[in-house]
C-alpha cells in the first residue's frame, strides 16, 4: 500500500513532501506542500531543532522562493493546551527553529502557510479559491503519560489514532483527517502516505524514483485511513480537503502577486486545505 520508493534518510523524505506555494503562485507551485521534521523523542529542558521545508516532487526550494515564504508562514509548539510561536531562521532549503520543551508530554509541532486566493483556475483548482497549508510532527518528551497525541488546532489536521511510542515496520498506522476539529471523509478526502524509507537508491537510469506512496480514501464516517508501514524511515502523511464555504479574509496580509491575493476584506468561494504529518518508522 505505500510508497513508490526515493532516497534513503531523513532529509530525502523531505524532498517527497515539501512545503507549499511560493510567494507568486504559479501552476508549478500548486503541487507543494509544507512539511516538519523534527527528533521523535526530546527532554524537558534540552532545547531541540524544529526545520520546516516547502517543495514538491522530491526537490526542496531554496533562494528566494524559499525566502519569499517566510513572511507567509507561521509555526509553533503545542503542548498541554499551551502554544508557544517559533522564531524561526532561514537555512539553505529550510527554515530553522530551536524549542526548548518545558513540560513532559506530547509535544505538537505546527505551521501554517497562508498561500493566497487564485484569480483564474490553476491545474484543477477554479478561480477564486483561497490555499492555505499546514504541516505537523510529534515529538515524545520524556515522562509522557497521555494515550495518544491530541490535535493541536489546524483547521485542517492529520491525527494518528492510538499510535505506538515508535511505530514499527510491520504496524498499522491510523491516521484521522480532522477539519476545524469534525471528522470528513469520503470521495473529497484523500489520503496519501508517502516515504523514501532507508534503502538505499539504485544505480539504475530506469529508476526515474526512489520512494514509495499510496492513497486510500478516509472513511466517511470516521474520517480515518489506515495504511501498513512496510519499510523504516520517513514517512509524510499527506490530505487534502475542500470546504465550499464562500467567506471574507479578515487577516493581516496584504500581498498581490500575478496569479493570486490576500488582502483584508478580498472575498472567496472556497477554501483548499493541504496538509501533512511527518513520521518516522524504525526497523
Known amino acids: 500500500m505505500i510508497y513508490k520508493n526515493m532516497a534513503?534518510?531523513?532529509?530525502?523524505?523531505?524532498?517527497?513532501?515539501?512545503?507549499?506555494?511560493?510567494f507568486t503562485i504559479?501552476?508549478?507551485a500548486v503541487g507543494h506542500e509544507v512539511w516538519i521534521e523534527a527528533d521523535v523523542s526530546a527532554?524537558?529542558?534540552?532545547?531541540?531543532?524544529?526545520?520546516?521545508?516547502?517543495?514538491?516532487?522530491g526537490n526542496k526550494e531554496s533562494g528566494d522562493r524559499l525566502a519569499a515564504q517566510m513572511s507567509k508562514l507561521t509555526a509553533f509548539a503545542h503542548s498541554?493546551?499551551?502554544?508557544?510561536?517559533?522564531?524561526?531562521?532561514?537555512?539553505?532549503?529550510?527554515?530553522?527553529a530551536k524549542f526548548t520543551p518545558k513540560t513532559p508530554g506530547y509535544l505538537g509541532l505546527g505551521a501554517e502557510l497562508q498561500v493566497g486566493i487564485v484569480d483564474r483556475p490553476v491545474h484543477s483548482i477554479p478561480a477564486y479559491t483561497r490555499i492555505v497549508m499546514y504541516g505537523k510532527t510529534i515529538t515524545r518528551v520524556a515522562g509522557d503519560a497521555q494515550a495518544a497525541p491530541a490535535p493541536i488546532g489546524l483547521d485542517l489536521e492529520l491525527v494518528p489514532v492510538a499510535p505506538a511510542a515508535q511505530?514499527?515496520?510491520?504496524?498499522l498506522m491510523t491516521v484521522r483527517v480532522l477539519h476545524k476539529g469534525q471528522p470528513v471523509g469520503g470521495r473529497q478526502v484523500q489520503v496519501k502516505a508517502a516515504t523514501s524509507g532507508g534503502r538505499q537508491a539504485l544505480d539504475d537510469p530506469r529508476v526515474q524514483n526512489w520512494e514509495w506512496s499510496t492513497e486510500a480514501m478516509a472513511d466517511p464516517r470516521t474520517g480515518e485511513a489506515t495504511f501498513p508501514l512496510i519499510v523504516a524511515g520517513q514517512h509524510l502523511f499527506i490530505a487534502r480537503y475542500t470546504d465550499e464555504t464562500a467567506g471574507t479574509y479578515d487577516g493581516p496580509r496584504?500581498?498581490?502577486?500575478?496569479?493570486?491575493?490576500?488582502?483584508?476584506?478580498?472575498?472567496?468561494?472556497?477554501?483548499?486545505?493541504v496538509s501533512t504529518l511527518t513520521i518516522q518508522v524504525a526497523e
Open 167 to 171: 511505530p514499527r515496520v510491520g504496524d
Open 43 to 57: 527532554a524537558v529542558g534540552q532545547e531541540m531543532d524544529v526545520w520546516l521545508y516547502w517543495g514538491h516532487a
Open 254 to 273: 496584504n500581498d498581490k502577486s500575478d496569479f493570486s491575493y490576500l488582502r483584508p476584506g478580498d472575498t472567496f468561494e472556497r477554501t483548499m486545505h
Open 80 to 96: 498541554a493546551d499551551e502554544r508557544e510561536v517559533l522564531e524561526l531562521d532561514m537555512a539553505e532549503d529550510g527554515f530553522i
Open 8 to 22: 534513503g534518510g531523513r532529509l530525502s523524505l523531505v524532498a517527497i513532501l515539501i512545503a507549499f506555494f511560493a
Open 26 to 28: 504559479t501552476p508549478a
